[in-house]
């Protein structure tokens, strides 16, 4: 089993940065393929960002691309994701996800566990 806990979320006006991370259990946390996606209120989550196991691999949904980051760190079990340049569309619960594989998946269906959840809120 694999737990996963979000943080660093919070109330930032846009144009302003947040860093999320993602701490993992498991003493494979290393062989995972990660993945953030996030869900705004009356929509579906959606895919945001992922990265491999090595982390040589990244993948991004185009509304990010240039302002988010992802990376990982291994020896800490742990995934973050550099958010800057915020807009008001980027407010969502933004949920981590781990997979078995490897992979740095781009569907909900390629993921195995999912953490709780961390706000993010973007003001105007």
């Known amino acids: 089993q694999v737990q996963l806990v979000e943080s660093g979320g919070g109330l930032v006006q846009a144009g302003g940065s947040l860093r999320l991370s993602c701490a993992a259990s498991?003493?494979?946390?290393?062989?995972?393929?990660m993945g953030w996606f996030r869900q705004a209120p009356g929509k579906e989550r959606e895919f945001v960002a992922a990265?491999?196991?090595?982390?040589?691999?990244?993948y991004y949904i185009d509304s990010v691309k240039g302002r988010f980051t992802i990376s990982r760190d291994n020896a800490k079990k742990t995934v973050f994701l550099q958010m800057n340049s915020l807009k008001p569309e980027d407010t969502a619960v933004y949920y981590c996800?781990?997979?078995?594989?490897?992979?740095?998946?781009?569907?909900?269906?390629?993921?195995?566990?999912w953490g709780q959840g961390t706000q993010v809120t973007v003001s105007s």
């Open positions: 996800a781990a997979n078995m594989r490897g992979l740095g998946s781009t569907s909900r269906q390629g993921y195995d566990y």
């Open positions: 498991g003493r494979t946390f290393s062989s995972y393929g």
């Open positions: 990265i491999s196991w090595s982390g040589d691999m990244t």
